[in-house]
C-alpha cells in the first residue's frame, strides 16, 4: 500500500470497503476501531481483512469491529476523524449500543460494566495475599535465620489490613459499582453497601461456623438477621433495588427537600428491604451456585476441569464470560480461592502456541506479521486478535486445536488442585497468582508450557491452511 501516510491510506480503504454511506458512527477501543454500520450484510469481510495492519473482524452488539492492535488504532482512528466521518467517543457509542440491547445482551454488558471498575482492586489485593504468604513463610524466613515468631505485632497488623480490607467490605464496593451503573448517587451505595457488613450485625462467615458461637439476630421473632459478607448477588440486587428507587424519588420529591430526604428515604427503605427480605435469600443462592461449579471444578480425572477449559473460550467469543467475574468474585469472597480463572486461563496460553505455529510455518509474510502480532498481544492477555484474526478466520481447525488444548490443560489443573488466589490476570501477569505457594506456581508454570507446546505441535502439523502456505511479499 503506498503514499506517504500509511494510516490515512489504511482509514480510506476500511471507509471505502464498509461504506461511507453505510457507516452511522466510529469510535475505538485499546484494539479495535468500532463502526455502528446500517447494514452489516453490505461488508465484505475478506477485503476488510486483506488491508495493511488489520488483524481480523467481528461483528457484535451492533458494532462492527476492526481489529488493528495498540497504538494502530489510534492513528487510523485519526485518520477516520479528518475524512469528516461522525466519531463519537468511547461512552457515547456505547450509550448507543446499550440502548439497542436486550435480553441476554443486556445482561451480560450490565455485569460487565458493574465488575470491570473493581478488577483492578481485587486483583491487587490477590497480590498482597501472595507477597505476604511468600514473605510471612517459615521455609522463606528460615533462610534469614528468622520465623513468623519474629514478626512485631503492628507488621502483622498493617499487612492484614492491606489484604483483608477489599473483601471485608467487598459489598460495599460492588454497591457503590452498581449503582453507578444503575443511575444511582454511588456514594449513597457505597454508604449502603457499608451497612451490609456493619461491625453491628453477626458476621454472616461466623453465623455460618457452628464452633463460632455466633448466632443470627432474629428479627420478628423469624427473621435471621445477618451481615451480607461475601454476597456479590445481595450487592448487585441492592445496587439495582437502590438506584432505582433514588430516580423514582428524585422525581416526585420537591427541590427544596430533595438534597436531604431522598437519601435519607433510599437508605432506609433499602437497607430494610435487603437486610430483612433480600439478602438471606440471594446469600443461600449464591452459596448454592458456588458449590455446584466447585463440584464440578472437583469432578473426578479432570472432566469438570475439561468441560470449563474446552467452553471458556467459546464464551468468551459470544461475550458470555462476563458472567464468570460475578462467580469467580463469589468463590474468592467465601472460599478465598478461585478456581474458575485457573481452568480457563489455559486458552491464553494455547493461543500463544497456535501463533507460534503460524508465525514460523506460514509462507504468507501478513499472515506472519498478523501471527507475531497477534502474540505479542496475548502474552499480556489482550487475546481478540488471536481469536478473530487467527481462530475464527482460517477454516476452525486452529479454532479446535485451541479448544482441545485449553481443556486439556485446565483438566490437568483440576486434577493437581491448583486455584489462584486472585482474578484479572492473563497469562505472562498470571503467575502472580500463584506465588503464594511455591507448589502451586511450579505446576501452574509447567502445565501452562504444556499448553504452549500441544498447541503449537498440533496447529503447525494439523491446522495451518493452505492459504497461509502462499508467499504474498509482493502484495
Same mark, same amino acid.
Given at each position: 500500500?503506498?503514499?506517504?501516510?500509511?494510516?490515512?491510506?489504511?482509514?480510506?480503504?476500511?471507509?471505502?470497503?464498509?461504506?461511507?454511506?453505510?457507516?452511522?458512527?466510529?469510535?475505538?477501543?485499546?484494539?479495535?476501531?468500532?463502526?455502528?454500520?446500517?447494514?452489516?450484510?453490505?461488508?465484505?469481510?475478506?477485503?476488510?481483512?486483506?488491508?495493511?495492519?488489520?488483524?481480523?473482524?467481528?461483528?457484535?452488539?451492533?458494532?462492527?469491529?476492526?481489529?488493528? &492492535?495498540?497504538?494502530?488504532?489510534?492513528?487510523?482512528?485519526?485518520?477516520?476523524?479528518?475524512?469528516?466521518?461522525? @466519531?463519537?467517543?468511547?461512552?457515547?457509542?456505547?450509550?448507543?449500543?446499550?440502548?439497542?440491547?436486550?435480553?441476554?445482551?443486556?445482561?451480560?454488558?450490565?455485569?460487565?460494566?458493574?465488575?470491570?471498575?473493581?478488577?483492578?482492586?481485587?486483583?491487587?489485593?490477590?497480590?498482597?495475599?501472595?507477597?505476604?504468604?511468600?514473605?510471612?513463610?517459615?521455609?522463606?524466613?528460615?533462610?534469614?535465620?528468622?520465623?513468623?515468631?519474629?514478626?512485631?505485632?503492628?507488621?502483622?497488623?498493617?499487612?492484614? %489490613?492491606?489484604?483483608? @480490607?477489599?473483601?471485608?467490605?467487598?459489598?460495599?464496593?460492588?454497591?457503590?459499582?452498581?449503582?453507578?451503573?444503575?443511575?444511582? @448517587?454511588?456514594?449513597?451505595?457505597?454508604?449502603?453497601?457499608?451497612?451490609?457488613?456493619?461491625?453491628?450485625?453477626?458476621?454472616?462467615?461466623?453465623?455460618?461456623?457452628?464452633?463460632?458461637?455466633?448466632?443470627?439476630?432474629?428479627?420478628?421473632?423469624?427473621?435471621?438477621?445477618?451481615?451480607?459478607?461475601?454476597? %456479590?448477588?445481595?450487592?448487585?440486587?441492592?445496587?439495582?433495588?437502590?438506584?432505582?428507587?433514588?430516580?423514582?424519588?428524585?422525581?416526585?420529591?420537591?427541590?427544596?427537600?430533595?438534597?436531604?430526604?431522598?437519601?435519607?428515604?433510599?437508605?432506609?427503605?433499602?437497607?430494610?428491604?435487603?437486610?430483612?427480605?433480600?439478602?438471606?435469600?440471594?446469600?443461600?443462592?449464591?452459596?448454592?451456585?458456588?458449590?455446584?461449579?466447585?463440584?464440578?471444578?472437583?469432578?473426578?480425572?479432570?472432566?469438570?476441569?475439561?468441560?470449563?477449559?474446552?467452553?471458556?473460550?467459546?464464551?468468551?467469543?459470544?461475550?458470555?464470560?462476563?458472567?464468570?467475574?460475578?462467580?469467580?468474585?463469589?468463590?474468592?469472597?467465601?472460599?478465598?480461592?478461585?478456581?474458575?480463572?485457573?481452568?480457563?486461563?489455559?486458552?491464553?496460553?494455547?493461543?500463544?502456541?497456535?501463533?507460534?505455529?503460524?508465525?514460523?510455518?506460514?509462507?504468507?509474510?501478513?499472515?506472519?506479521?498478523?501471527?507475531?502480532?497477534?502474540?505479542?498481544?496475548?502474552?499480556?492477555?489482550?487475546?481478540?486478535?488471536?481469536?478473530?484474526?487467527?481462530?475464527?478466520?482460517?477454516?476452525?481447525?486452529?479454532?479446535?486445536?485451541?479448544?482441545?488444548?485449553? &481443556?486439556?490443560?485446565?483438566?490437568? *489443573?483440576?486434577?493437581?488442585?491448583?486455584?489462584?488466589?486472585?482474578?484479572? *490476570?492473563?497469562? *505472562?501477569?498470571?503467575?502472580?497468582?500463584?506465588?503464594?505457594?511455591?507448589?502451586?506456581?511450579?505446576?501452574?508454570?509447567?502445565?501452562?508450557?504444556?499448553?504452549?507446546?500441544?498447541?503449537?505441535?498440533?496447529?503447525?502439523?494439523?491446522?495451518?491452511?493452505?492459504?497461509?502456505?502462499?508467499?504474498?511479499?509482493?502484495?
Amino acid at each position: 500500500m503506498g503514499g506517504n501516510n500509511k494510516y490515512l491510506d489504511i482509514a480510506k480503504s476500511i471507509v471505502d470497503i464498509v461504506g461511507e454511506d453505510n457507516i452511522v458512527s466510529v469510535t475505538h477501543c485499546a484494539t479495535r476501531l468500532r463502526i455502528i454500520v446500517k447494514d452489516r450484510e453490505k461488508i465484505d469481510d475478506k477485503k476488510v481483512e486483506k488491508i495493511d495492519e488489520v488483524k481480523g473482524v467481528f461483528f457484535t452488539s451492533g458494532q462492527y469491529q476492526i481489529i488493528l &492492535g495498540t497504538g494502530i488504532v489510534n492513528k487510523v482512528y485519526a485518520e477516520v476523524e479528518n475524512l469528516g466521518l461522525k @466519531t463519537l467517543s468511547k461512552k457515547e457509542q456505547d450509550e448507543a449500543v446499550k440502548s439497542q440491547e436486550k435480553g441476554i445482551k443486556r445482561i451480560m454488558r450490565i455485569l460487565a460494566d458493574i465488575f470491570v471498575p473493581i478488577i483492578p482492586v481485587i486483583a491487587a489485593t490477590g497480590l498482597f495475599l501472595g507477597l505476604k504468604s511468600c514473605i510471612f513463610n517459615d521455609n522463606v524466613l528460615s533462610l534469614i535465620g528468622a520465623s513468623t515468631a519474629d514478626i512485631p505485632a503492628y507488621i502483622q497488623t498493617l499487612v492484614t %489490613v492491606l489484604t483483608d @480490607t477489599a473483601f471485608a467490605f467487598l459489598p460495599a464496593i460492588i454497591t457503590w459499582s452498581a449503582f453507578r451503573v444503575f443511575g444511582g @448517587t454511588p456514594v449513597i451505595g457505597l454508604v449502603i453497601g457499608l451497612m451490609l457488613v456493619s461491625p453491628a450485625l453477626p458476621n454472616a462467615y461466623s453465623v455460618a461456623d457452628p464452633k463460632s458461637g455466633v448466632e443470627a439476630i432474629m428479627a420478628f421473632g423469624k427473621i435471621p438477621l445477618v451481615g451480607c459478607q461475601g454476597s %456479590v448477588l445481595t450487592a448487585i440486587v441492592t445496587g439495582l433495588i437502590g438506584a432505582t428507587l433514588e430516580k423514582k424519588l428524585r422525581k416526585i420529591m420537591p427541590n427544596v427537600l430533595d438534597l436531604i430526604f431522598t437519601p435519607f428515604f433510599v437508605m432506609l427503605i433499602t437497607m430494610l428491604v435487603i437486610l430483612l427480605g433480600v439478602g438471606p435469600i440471594m446469600h443461600v443462592i449464591e452459596l448454592n451456585m458456588v458449590n455446584i461449579i466447585e463440584k464440578l471444578i472437583n469432578l473426578p480425572f479432570g472432566i469438570g476441569g475439561f468441560i470449563i477449559g474446552f467452553t471458556y473460550p467459546l464464551a468468551v467469543i459470544t461475550g458470555l464470560h462476563h458472567t464468570y467475574v460475578m462467580i469467580e468474585t463469589s468463590l474468592l469472597a467465601n472460599t478465598g480461592f478461585n478456581a474458575l480463572i485457573t481452568l480457563c486461563a489455559m486458552y491464553g496460553f494455547a493461543n500463544v502456541g497456535t501463533c507460534l505455529a503460524f508465525a514460523l510455518k506460514s509462507k504468507s509474510k501478513r499472515i506472519r506479521q498478523t501471527s507475531i502480532g497477534a502474540m505479542l498481544s496475548q502474552l499480556f492477555g489482550i487475546s481478540e486478535p488471536v481469536l478473530f484474526g487467527i481462530q475464527l478466520r482460517f477454516n476452525l481447525k486452529p479454532l479446535f486445536v485451541m479448544l482441545l488444548t485449553s &481443556g486439556t490443560g485446565a483438566a490437568l *489443573l483440576s486434577i493437581f488442585n491448583i486455584r489462584s488466589n486472585s482474578y484479572g *490476570l492473563a497469562v *505472562l501477569p498470571s503467575y502472580l497468582m500463584y506465588i503464594y505457594e511455591g507448589h502451586q506456581l511450579l505446576i501452574y508454570f509447567i502445565i501452562s508450557l504444556i499448553c504452549v507446546f500441544m498447541s503449537f505441535i498440533l496447529t503447525y502439523l494439523f491446522a495451518i491452511p493452505v492459504e497461509a502456505m502462499v508467499f504474498d511479499d509482493n502484495i
